[in-house]
Antibody, heavy 118, light 107 residues
Framework: QVQLVQSGAEVKKPGASVKVSCKAS????????INWVRQATGQGLEWMGW????????GYAQTFQGRVTLTRNTSESTAYLELNSLTSEDTAVYYC???????????WGQGTLVTVSS | DIQMTQSPSSLSASVGDRVTITCRTS??????LNWYQQKPGKAPKLLIY???SLQSGVPSRFSGSGSGTDFTLTISSLQPEDFATYYC?????????FGQGTKLEIK
C-alpha cells in the first residue's frame, strides 16, 4: 500500500533551519511528484511547493522563495523539505503529499510538527 | 495568484441532512479544483479531484460539480463520520491555493 512516512517533531530556535524527510513506499517514487503543504495550529492549509522526483525540478510558492529547498534521494525514495531563517510564524505541521490525477494530492504523510521557539 | 473564496466558513447540520459547500475562484480554472476532508490531528484526505471525479474509496454520498470559477461539494446524506473540516484547492497553476475551510459541525 502507498505510504508516506515523515520524520519526527522538531523544536528549533529562531533563525535556525529545519529539514523534514518524507519516505515513500508502495509505489515507484520517481513516477509521482511530491507536494509540500503546511498548517499552523488552528489555521488552514498552505501550499509551499512541489518537486519532480524523476529529475529534481522544483517550484515554490512566492511566499517561501529563497527560504525553502526541496530535494530528494531517489535511491532511498525520500523527499526532503528544508526551511531556513525560521521565525515563530513557521511553527506548523508540515505535510508531504503525492501529486496525482488533476494535480490533486492523493496520499499524505502523517505530518511533522515544527515548533520555533526561543 | 488565484484567490479562493470558500463558504460558509462553518455549518451546523444533522445526520441525514444534505449539505452543500461552495468555492469560488478569482479567475477561471477550468475543472482544476479538488476537495479535501480533514479531521482533527489528521492529514487531509482527498475526496474529489478535477471538480467532479470521486477519489477511489470515497463514499458516493460525496459529489462535486462546477467549472470555471464556481464549484460545489455536496454531501447527500450526512453521516456521523462526515463531521470535519473541508477544503477546496485549485491545481490550475502554482501556487495551488487552498480555500479557508468549512467546519461542519453537528447540530
Amino acid at each position: 500500500q502507498v505510504q508516506l512516512v515523515q520524520s519526527g517533531a522538531e523544536v528549533k530556535k529562531p533563525g535556525a533551519s529545519v529539514k523534514v524527510s518524507c519516505k515513500a513506499s508502495g509505489y515507484t517514487f520517481t513516477s509521482y511528484d511530491i507536494n509540500w503543504v503546511r498548517q499552523a495550529t488552528g489555521q488552514g492549509l498552505e501550499w509551499m511547493g512541489w518537486m519532480i522526483p524523476n529529475n529534481g525540478n522544483t517550484g515554490y510558492a512566492q511566499t517561501f522563495q529563497g527560504r525553502v529547498t526541496l530535494t530528494r534521494n531517489t535511491s532511498e525514495s525520500t523527499a526532503y523539505l528544508e526551511l531556513n531563517s525560521l521565525t515563530s510564524e513557521d511553527t506548523a505541521v508540515y505535510y508531504c503529499a503525492r501529486r496525482a490525477l488533476g494535480y490533486s494530492s492523493d496520499y499524505w504523510g502523517q505530518g511533522t510538527l515544527v515548533t520555533v521557539s526561543s | 495568484d488565484i484567490q479562493m473564496t470558500q463558504s460558509p466558513s462553518s455549518l451546523s447540520a444533522s445526520v441525514g441532512d444534505r449539505v452543500t459547500i461552495t468555492c469560488r475562484t478569482s479567475q477561471s480554472i477550468s475543472i482544476y479544483l479538488n476537495w479535501y476532508q480533514q479531521k482533527p490531528g489528521k492529514a487531509p484526505k482527498l475526496l474529489i479531484y478535477s471538480a467532479s471525479s470521486l477519489q477511489s474509496g470515497v463514499p458516493s454520498r460525496f459529489s462535486g460539480s462546477g467549472s470555471g470559477t464556481d464549484f460545489t461539494l455536496t454531501i447527500s446524506s450526512l453521516q456521523p463520520e462526515d463531521f470535519a473540516t473541508y477544503y477546496c484547492q485549485h491545481s490550475y497553476d502554482t501556487p495551488y491555493t487552498f480555500g479557508q475551510g468549512t467546519k461542519l459541525e453537528i447540530k
